[in-house]
């Protein structure tokens, strides 16, 4: 699986948006870019996905570079709540993968208030 | 509530002994993992289920460990003679066939090894 790099923690204001950044330089055709999130004391949470086009959907929204080298997930108005390990991911689409994932050290988000 | 379920939530465990813990999956998910998760690091992928059949297995799940999902529904994982280096997270996920699909955690068990 191609390796995907992080900040290690980003800061940011509530109600304030967020732009978390990803490198990907690796990335393959059939990968899929996958975010998930981890608050505290709970196990990881599907935040959104993409392959080549832009996403938005409840949560957040992803864009992705057009080289595809690099992806931002954008969190519109931060708050308390958004506080959280968000891990970047990348999964191939073809059959016979198991789509386990691998996770990195993700990036710390503080939110303050 | 039709979320990933775990059970016991926590395990504190002297050295030496037999744990078992279980995941109850959403129902209609085929794929199950099993993923462990230490202090300041991100989950590592340990085992992984389609219905019954355990395909993959990590080179992190030495001969203590075991994992069976009976009928392809809930799963357990069982760490025989634990060591301390066992204490951490562990975390049950279940998804849908097809790779781009989310998958969805439990809370996790919590494991100690005194």
């Known amino acids: 699986d191609a390796k995907t790099t992080q900040p290690n923690s980003m800061e940011s204001n509530e109600e304030e948006p967020v732009h978390l950044p990803c490198n990907h330089s690796?990335?393959?055709?059939?990968?899929?870019i996958h975010w998930y999130r981890q608050l505290p004391s709970q196990g990881p949470e599907y935040v959104i996905h993409?392959?080549?086009s832009n996403v938005n959907n409840r949560m957040a929204s992803l864009a992705i570079a057009e080289d595809r080298k690099s992806s931002t997930l954008i969190l519109h108005r931060a708050t308390l709540r958004d506080a959280a390990v968000y891990y970047c991911?990348?999964?191939?689409?073809?059959?016979?993968?198991?789509?386990?994932?691998?996770f990195g050290q993700g990036t710390t988000l503080q939110v303050k208030p | 509530d039709t979320g990933v379920s775990q059970n016991p939530r926590h395990k504190i465990t002297k050295r030496g002994q037999n744990v078992t813990f279980r995941c109850d999956p959403i129902?209609?998910?085929?794929?199950l993992y099993w993923y462990r998760q230490t202090l300041g690091q991100g989950p590592e992928f340990l085992t992984y289920?389609?219905?019954?059949?355990?395909?993959?297995k990590s080179r992190l799940l030495s001969d203590r460990f075991s994992a069976e999902r009976p009928k392809g529904s809930f799963s357990t994982l069982e760490i025989q003679r634990t060591e301390q280096g066992d204490s951490a997270m562990y975390l049950c996920?279940?998804?849908?066939?097809?790779?781009?699909?989310?998958?969805?955690f439990g809370p996790g068990t919590r494991l100690t090894v005194t």
């Open positions: 996920a279940s998804s849908l066939l097809q790779e781009s699909y989310e998958q969805y």
């Open positions: 690796t990335i393959s055709g059939t990968d899929y």
């Open positions: 993409g392959l080549t």
């Open positions: 991911i990348l999964r191939d689409i073809y059959s016979g993968n198991t789509g386990k994932l691998i």
């Open positions: 129902s209609e998910h085929n794929r």
């Open positions: 289920f389609q219905n019954e059949a355990q395909l993959e």
